[in-house]
């Protein structure tokens, strides 16, 4: 008797020249491939492909790659105006006195759902790669670099299928990660050293890397004076542990839970000369023992990530703020700082209470010592065509120095 070996991966079935084919499903998301694909080439009308779409049917596309891109415009084009017409019929609830009410969540979740239904449609226009992450298409770029980076190197196992849209990102997180981000910070304490972090797909990005300044200004408790060692939860691309480094405390232990993360820290650190004070932890929150300094800086969104890419923003329940409060007193040496950095947009818009977050405070047996904040200076905050703009005007980043209470 045979037993039915379960898949390796997801794969993907269509139907072509007459014969059943499948091949590899690739999709950050997790998301199962659509049940329904059609072939789609250049000859398809951009209406019969936004209706295909909208229906759920995948397009595999057998045309010029460039025209798929333009194909997308156009979905895109059409997804828009119809979230305008969306928009003007429901509108956002009226906050005169831009103080956040509970009512202020509600372009929050209507925009998140928009977007979700946007990247559903968008997500309809599939790509093959063979097995070496080529594409045969005309006019095709090279992938190859960008697959591997979020891949890994090509395993010989076949044909492979993604979004036109995924693959489009992957390609901007390989030049993100070629390029670097400048972190004017990290130039500053070491002028004639290398200032730049580069981002891996899938590892949150400090571009909007304000807070990072506040890291590298906020008085450093004098208990390090003792013993000079500090942790950083949450490392994403080892910057905040960069920048301790680069302040001078010996050691420093950065953990984080995404393999991805520690990968890309690790690489990171090694650019900036840093490595050999920093040890990286595949760890849930802490590691053990007790630290002069402990950092944080946990997803600013209480809201359920979509994908595992959204998992550095968005923080369903608070989980990992709530953790942090709460686990950190246990992890301070006598004397020692816990600094916490966190952006009140949840609060502007009614996700999170200022008071909710000062009782987790309170509850964790901590007191603040101190509050050093900054306002974003990203250009979505200046967008008066945002729909959260209000939100993202009012919004200040604060680095919380936290103490054990007397
Ligand atoms: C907002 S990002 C901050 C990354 C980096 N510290 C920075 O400031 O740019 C939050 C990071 O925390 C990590 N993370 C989420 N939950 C965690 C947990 N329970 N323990 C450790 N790290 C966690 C995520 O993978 C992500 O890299």
Known sequence: MTTAQPERFATIHWEEGGEPRSARWRCERGTAPSARVVL?????PADVAYRLACEGTALLWRGDFQNARMLLQSLARRLDKTGERKAKKKPAAPSASGMPTPQVALPFHQQRHLQAQRARVLSMVLIELDAQYEIALRRAPEVQAPCTDAWGAPQGDGAQVVSLRELQALVGAHEWRKKGVEIPALAKLAPKGYDRIHPHYGVFSPVRGEY???IAQAPLPT????K???YDIGT??????AVLARRGIQKIVATDTDPRALICARENLERLGVDQKVELAQTDLFPEGKAALVVCNPPWVPAKPSAPVERAVYDEGSRMLRGFLAGVSAHLA???EAWLILSDFAEHLGLRSREELLSWIAEAGLQVVGKNQIRPRHAKAQDSANPLHQARAAEMTTLW???VGW
């Open 40 to 44: 789609a080439d250049d000859t398809m």
């Open 334 to 336: 006598p004397g020692g």
């Open 223 to 226: 208990a390090l004076a003792k």
């Open 401 to 403: 120095r936290l103490q």
């Open 228 to 230: 000079s060692l500090a």
């Open 236 to 241: 994403g691309t080892g910057v905040i542990a």
């Open 212 to 214: 990072v300044d506040l």
